[in-house]
């Protein structure tokens, strides 16, 4: 069985500055770590995703994130937050081949302020 | 390519009423799964479908039912609605072995 936990339910950022979401997994196997970002009334949106091809992976809008065994953890930073970026942000893993659907995070909200 | 499509959008039902959800994808993908979201909760799986004819469990079935008679189609059904049952549903796909997953833009019902 596998989980993640992610720490923060709302994150808040001044625009212009660092972004950092956090999730930690737990896995008894090799993982494949996502994180999706939800606006508003809108599906999920893959953000960024780690499927042992590389450690360090880019994402869209100017995030990335760096898999990290030895912590168990893939925690997202965007250098400069805009205001766009307000969004809920969840985290989510698999095992395998995802014959097993996703195992999400609670989500963490992300607040940019002016 | 329309991607992952749902019906409805919105959707109110009173106690004991059923419906079905459809959700629909051109991609050509082997999984499908229909996930809830609730405040605070995530999204978690309801049932799931590795291809066409194939369905199975995920976390939370109770009170759900589903068939893949087509591959690009993967239905929801409510049996006997309650208002536990009030939330958001997502559809989403996969190609197999690549385990991104791609999602629906959510169909929100209320169980009155």
């Known amino acids: 069985a596998q989980s993640v936990t992610q720490l923060g339910s709302h994150v808040s950022v001044s625009e212009g500055a660092l972004v950092l979401l956090r999730c930690n997994y737990s896995?008894?196997?090799?993982?494949?770590l996502f994180w999706y970002v939800q606006y508003p009334n809108q599906g999920l949106q893959l953000l960024l995703k780690?499927?042992?091809?590389?450690?360090l992976v880019k994402g869209i809008n100017g995030f990335e994130a760096e898999f990290k065994k030895s912590e168990t953890s893939f925690h997202p930073t965007k250098p400069s937050a805009h205001m766009s970026d307000a969004a809920e942000y969840f985290c989510?893993?698999?095992?395998?081949?995802?014959?097993?659907?996703?195992?999400f995070g609670k989500g963490t909200h992300l607040i940019i302020q002016p | 390519n329309a991607g992952v499509t749902q019906t409805p959008k919105f959707r109110v039902l009173k106690t004991g009423q059923s419906m079905t959800l459809l959700c629909a994808q051109d991609?050509?993908?082997?999984?499908m799964y229909w996930y809830r979201q609730d405040p605070g909760m995530g999204l978690r799986l309801i049932h799931y479908?590795?291809?066409?004819?194939?369905?199975a469990k995920g976390e939370v079935p109770d009170g759900y039912n589903v068939s893949r008679l087509k591959k690009q189609n993967f239905l929801l059904g409510l049996e006997s609605a309650a208002p536990s049952q009030t939330s958001v549903y997502f559809c989403?796909?996969?190609?197999?072995?690549?385990?991104?997953?791609?999602f629906g833009p959510g169909t929100r019902l209320t169980v009155l």
């Open positions: 989403a796909s996969s190609y197999l072995r690549t385990n991104e997953q791609f």
């Open positions: 896995s008894s196997v090799p993982p494949y």
């Open positions: 780690y499927t042992s091809a590389a450690t």
């Open positions: 989510a893993v698999t095992a395998g081949g995802g014959a097993d659907g996703l195992t």
């Open positions: 991609m050509n993908h082997e999984y």
């Open positions: 479908s590795v291809g066409e004819g194939t369905t």
